[in-house]
């Protein structure tokens, strides 16, 4: 984006705050949006979600209430947020498959999925401000989520109460774990990053005397210079009495 183009873009400044009392339990969100003068607030109560539930839908609905393209800041006393997406976290666990770790998958994968589609579609400064520090705007926020989650007129957060999106299935033997892709066994299958054939390659370096373990050949894509390690080529180190080593290649 050029300069000209940033400055001429509509600067929002929106305060959001989300709680459930207790968590998880009832719930709501507050929002406040400034435009120059104008000001606007507005929020939301649900049955039963979570307080990381209602912290992302709040910057969701204050994105998502932006009827033209603004330069937005967005200030939000959650670190879950703040940090998911300035860090890139939140991308890194969308390509791949909605896996936080090898092992845990990402939790709200409906509401992460509606950020990452308004996101973009505004330029997006976000911004953490400590809760309960005497922030004005933060504390509206506050009691604008209080109210609505006290409100007889609360809503159902399906999302919650009935998951829209299931657990990511876990990956099939034979899959990487975070991609879901097959794992690479022999030479001459396309890399699974550009979908050159791989070739086999001997490792050049020396092994250290404290390896229980080394790979006697890999797979290396001449393309994108990615290595591949195959379990097929794994050999276990095993050490005498004496502490010489002894490779077992069985």
């Known amino acids: 984006m050029t300069r000209e183009t940033h400055d001429a873009l509509k600067h929002v400044v929106i305060y959001t705050d989300g709680a459930a009392e207790p968590n998880p339990g009832p719930g709501g969100y507050g929002v406040v949006l400034q435009y120059g003068k104008h000001r606007k607030e507005f929020s939301a109560g649900y049955e039963k979600t979570t307080n990381n539930r209602m912290e992302l839908l709040a910057v969701i609905a204050g994105l998502e209430a932006l009827t033209t393209r603004c330069r937005v800041t967005l200030y939000s006393d959650s670190k879950y947020v703040v940090d998911s997406v300035n860090d890139g976290s939140v991308f890194k666990w969308r390509d791949r498959g909605w896996w936080r770790t090898r092992k845990d998958p990402a939790k709200n994968i409906d509401l ?13 400064s976000l911004a953490w401000v400590k809760g309960h520090a005497g922030v004005p705007d933060n504390e509206r926020c506050d009691q604008l ?4 989650l006290q409100s007889a007129n609360r809503e159902v957060d399906t999302g919650y109460m009935r998951p829209k999106d299931p657990t990511p299935k876990r990956p099939e033997e034979g899959q990487h774990p975070l991609t879901g892709k097959k794992k690479h066994k022999k ?3 396309p890399c699974r990053k550009c979908n050159t054939p791989l070739v086999k390659r001997i490792p050049k370096r020396k092994r250290n005397p ?7 050949w890999y797979l290396y894509c001449p393309n994108c210079r990615s290595m591949f390690m195959v379990e097929e080529a794994k050999r276990t180190i095993k050490c005498d009495s004496d502490r010489t080593l002894n490779l077992d290649a069985s």
């Open 112 to 124: 992460w999925l509606r950020l990452l589609d308004v996101y973009p579609k505004h330029e997006v």
């Open 145 to 148: 989520a209080t109210a609505a």
């Open 187 to 189: 030479e001459g299958e």
């Open 210 to 216: 404290k390896q229980t373990y080394y790979f006697e």
